[in-house]
């Protein structure tokens, strides 16, 4: 369990940037593949973004193009750099490892908010 603490979610308008930090727990961080994710109201938790050990990323559909996801292994945290937002892109943003199980455990996450 890596026990994620994420921040830097809030209120934008459509086509603003924000961008989210994850700090994770240090005694394994650097040792496995991280994700960011969301929940928007009424829907389930859907995997935005992925980062491996080494860096390499991939992103869902939704997101390619506008989003970023990068790591620092030496802070700990990884972080989400979000542009170009969207009202759909309303949500809870979590961090954790990828991929999770029924017994991985969740931070409280980051609400984004995109409205005009």
């Known amino acids: 369990q890596v026990q994620p603490v994420e921040s830097g979610g809030g209120l934008v308008q459509p086509g603003g940037s924000l961008r989210l930090s994850c700090a994770a727990s240090?005694?394994?961080?650097?040792?496995?593949?991280m994700g960011w994710y969301r929940q928007a109201p009424g829907k389930q938790r859907e995997l935005v973004a992925t980062?491996?050990?080494?860096?390499?990323?991939n992103y869902g559909d939704s997101v390619k193009g506008r989003f970023t996801i990068s790591r620092d292994n030496g802070k700990n945290t990884v972080y989400l750099q979000m542009s170009s937002l969207k009202p759909e892109d309303t949500a809870v943003y979590f961090c954790?490892?990828?991929?999770?199980?029924?017994?991985?455990?969740w931070g409280q996450g980051t609400q984004v908010t995109v409205s005009s």
């Open positions: 954790n490892v990828f991929p999770t199980t029924t017994r991985t455990i």
């Open positions: 240090r005694s394994i961080f650097s040792l496995v593949v």
């Open positions: 980062i491996s050990q080494n860096g390499n990323t």
